[in-house]
T-cell receptor
Framework: KAGVTQTPRYLIKTRGQQVTLSCSPI?????VSWYQQTPGQGLQFLFE???????NKGNFPGRFSGRQFSNSRSEMNVSTLELGDSALYLC??????????????FGPGTRLTVL | GIQVEQSPPDLILQEGANSTLRCNFS?????LQWFHQNPWGQLINLFY???GTKQNGRLSATTVATERYSLLYISSSQTTDSGVYFC?????????????FGKGTTLSVSS
């Protein structure tokens, strides 16, 4: 069974630009979550989508947004990039596996550098 | 919100040694997971363990939900065990999924 995939793996942008990251969950998983990892703040929850609806949102500014498609694939968008947005962005999916519905499985991440 | 504290922050071992990593959390949880982050950044699932005890090879974990802590045991450490270990939880009140992570324990195993 294929794992969570994320594209692109690496990205370099300049301040003020916007960026879109993509995540394909494990087949059959309907929940997709996004996390940001930085050396200073550690791993922080951004938002979660389930059946195309945002179900949870972390404490991030409105520049961070996302969406989920009918096939459960998800995208997150960051507008007006700031230097502090440089981070590893991780996507996770969860679904019913062996009776456990909320165990999360992570993709390899997208490393974003903002210059 | 729920607080997650991991200890120790850093651990240096010789190959073959055993270690115990601890995770304390401040509220009742319906999900607790242990992860190992590899050098490329990917989080590898070790255990899904909101309560009870599990073992997988040289690794085992125990969560005592009533006392709000979890322990990860690594026996006979190997250099490939090096990396950062994270504990992450979801509060019982949490709708949907939203893991709260600890700051991690950085393990270095030398040969």
């Amino acid at each position: 069974k294929a794992g969570v995939t994320q594209t692109p793996r690496y990205l370099i942008k300049t301040r003020g630009q916007q960026v879109t990251l993509s995540c394909s969950p494990i087949s059959g998983h309907r929940s997709v979550s996004w996390y940001q990892q930085t050396p200073g703040q550690g791993l922080q929850f951004l938002f979660e989508y389930f059946s195309e609806t945002q179900r949870n949102k972390g404490n991030f500014p409105g520049r961070f947004s996302g969406r989920q498609f009918s096939n459960s694939r998800s995208e997150m968008n960051v507008s007006t990039l700031e230097l502090g947005d440089s981070a590893l962005y991780l996507c996770a999916s969860s679904g019913v596996t062996s009776g456990v519905y909320n165990e999360q499985f992570f993709g390899p991440g997208t490393r974003l550098t903002v210059l | 919100g729920i607080q997650v504290e991991q200890s120790p922050p850093d651990l240096i071992l010789q190959e073959g040694a055993n270690s115990t990593l601890r995770c304390n959390f401040s509220d009742s949880v319906n999900n607790l997971q242990w992860f190992h982050q590899n050098p490329w950044g990917q989080l590898i699932n070790l255990f899904y363990i909101p309560s009870g005890t599990k073992q997988n090879g040289r690794l085992s974990a125990t969560t005592v939900a009533t006392e709000r802590y979890s322990l990860l045991y690594i026996s006979s450490s190997q250099t490939t065990d090096s990396g950062v270990y994270f504990c992450a939880v979801e509060g019982s009140w949490q709708a949907g999924t939203a893991l709260i992570f600890g700051k991690g324990t950085t393990l270095s195993v030398s040969s």
